[in-house]
DNA sequence: TCCGAGAATCAAACCGGTTAACGTCACCAC
DNA sequence: GTGGTGACGTTAACCGGTTTGATTCTCGGA
């Protein structure tokens, strides 16, 4: 492979002396904030094109003080990022509208606490203008935090207190409400629910909808979103004395292990157990039986996230979205009788 | 929420005044370049302190030509992304050296040819110091195209061709010809592959291991890596006059949906037919019958790219790593005799 | 004829760091 | 004394853009 020999890369400076002008004229003829002749402009251009010339994103970050990039620090543990089917998909709807913009993603893990704060401090130093905050926590340190370091904010989830970002929000409570009825509709009574962990607002949103239906606790679980725990919450409730007849999971990574698990030890789903997630993961639909389940187009989430960042760090007020995207999926797992739903093409 | 009154972020120079000392003294009591007197460096550093001093990251990468981040452009549909297991993963694994380094991540997502190349420029014109290349095509254009952008690059996958780039190689072929091994000590005669898209380099290595492993290509079928191809390519084989016994999948998400396709018309897995995946999905284990497949190891392949990038960013040559990471995990739904491997916890 | 306005461009300051070159001063050997 | 050396700081240039305040030129109107 020829060793390049170091191209030198071309700078604004070497445009104008191309085209016989000054940087400013360049810089003007590109932003167009200042009137250029035609004339002038196309001779720019064309020395622009024949240098290759790319203006430098850091000198522009710095003369402009805007990074042109947004942030999202993920504070999970690597191990269950690799599992999770919501992250990929949000990330890409955030891309799609980014895209346009010319704004890049900066991204990062964090896995403590400590390292989570560095890396706001890294955004907050100019990586970028303004970040998303997922898995919101109740009385999220994150939301003053942010604020305080001067960055843009968007928070996906529902933040009680005032909160000086605009503020995503989704209707979790009724698409359980809904699953409920359905299964009750089916002749269940006993119908448990493994959550999430419940210090996370939508896990515990939706662990307070399942609970105002069923209006009992007895039968409600906490687990960490892991296949693992999906499982082990499962055998848990089906060693009961009196034995769940449904079960309702805050995610189908749990549900499917669950579902599983009731398979192996020699129930029958959704005869002798029927079983609905939450997330519609990809390959739920294609199970036997496929998994009732709620879709919440995580693309759509991304997409509106980004958009409110990118308006809120053009300077227009926060406010508050909320979002209609969450539909029932009801498949073969919680009902004996098929139905001709056709939701699935 | 009270409105800040924009705090005016302090600069070098604000500390630097502080502290009684000029900028260039700042700047060496934190780099360590030049010596400076413990006395001074205290006030120095108690004067940033006090300021609550972050150094701007864009007047730093202008200054040192360092964008201190790297890049990785993914060339997929949304929706592909979506239901992509390996990708998360390997970010997770590139983040975990990317954090110790303080460099960031920035992540682009291109539709189009015409995108990807925006996307490269864009990370060449700064953002970014290096990329990391994933899904290699035979042949691939971006490898000519990075180096004479000038950045840094890995990739993820085998190259044949001279590279400037260091390489990061995964031996995919023996776990596919263990797997057919397995199968055939199973008893297992008529055994099927359906490969992903033909033209990335780790499809075709893996469908070539299967045809030099059994002999024909009769029973090789092309997917796409989602699960509707999974279903559908199953269900062409299965309806074959002489359909195969055992169908090895190019990854978990087609071997699950296939799975439960055969499951759907009435097969029994293993029983009637014996299902193998690759990738390891964080479902496979806990799925009933728990599927034959092989583990990835993404996060260590992350990893590895990620120091392999770093290092060739601070100016080592670059170089061929060979990674095996590949380990093939047998279970229930290749082999109607329960094992007792206990590869699993 | 002279003035004012607008269009097109230039020159220079500025963004916030890094770094090469240089100035001091103290100390030491000869 | 003289010269050399190392430690510690300072000055000023530089990175590659953007932006503001002149400057020049043209043209229409009083």
């Known amino acids: 492979m020829p060793q390049l020999p170091s191209p030198a890369k071309p700078t604004i400076g070497d445009v104008a002396a191309k085209a016989g002008v000054t940087k400013a004229t360049v810089s003007h003829a590109f932003s167009g904030r200042r009137p250029i002749s035609e004339a002038t402009k196309a001779r720019v251009f064309a020395a622009a094109e024949e240098l290759q010339w790319l203006p430098s994103a850091s000198a522009r970050a710095l003369a402009t003080r805007r990074a042109n990039a947004i942030g999202i620090v993920l504070a999970r543990d690597p191990e269950i990022i690799a599992s999770d089917t919501f992250f990929p998909a949000f990330i890409a709807g955030v891309e799609s509208v980014l895209a346009t913009a010319e704004v890049a993603l900066v991204l990062q893990v964090a896995g403590s606490r400590d390292a989570e704060e560095r890396a706001y401090r890294a955004m907050a130093s100019g990586r970028a203008d303004g970040v998303i905050m997922l898995d919101l926590h109740r009385a999220d340190w994150r939301v003053p935090y942010v604020h305080q370091l001067g960055l843009h904010g968007v928070v996906l989830g529902a933040y009680d207190a005032p909160s000086p970002f605009t503020c995503v929000r989704t209707d979790d409570a009724t698409p359980m409400a809904e699953i409920v009825a359905h299964l009750r509709g089916e002749g269940h009574t006993r119908i448990a629910h493994v959550a999430g962990p419940l210090d996370y ?33 499962t055998a848990e409730l089906l060693a009961l004395p009196d034995p769940p007849t449904a079960i309702l999971y805050a995610n189908d990574t749990m549900a499917i292990a669950g579902l599983s698990y009731a398979r ?15 997330d519609d993961d990809h390959l739920s639909a294609h199970l036997s039986p496929a998994l009732t389940t709620v879709a919440t187009d995580p693309i759509e989430r991304g997409r509106v996230c980004a958009e409110a960042l990118l308006a809120d760090i053009a ?10 995207c969450n539909r029932l999926q009801l498949r073969a797992s919680t009902q004996v ?5 056709g939701e699935e093409r």
Do not use: C, K, M, N
């Not at 679980?221 to 919450?233: H, L, P, V």
């Open 264 to 278: 192996s030890i020699g129930l029958s789903v959704p005869g002798d157990l029927a079983v609905a997630g939450f």
């Open 315 to 324: 300077g227009e007020p926060a406010r508050t979205i909320q979002l209609d």
């Open 337 to 341: 009788q098929p139905t001709l739903q």
């Open 201 to 233: 607002v939508h896990s515990h949103v939706r662990s307070q909808a399942y609970l105002a239906a069923v209006g009992s606790e007895d039968l409600l679980a906490e687990g960490d979103f892991g296949a693992a725990s999906g499982r082990d919450r």
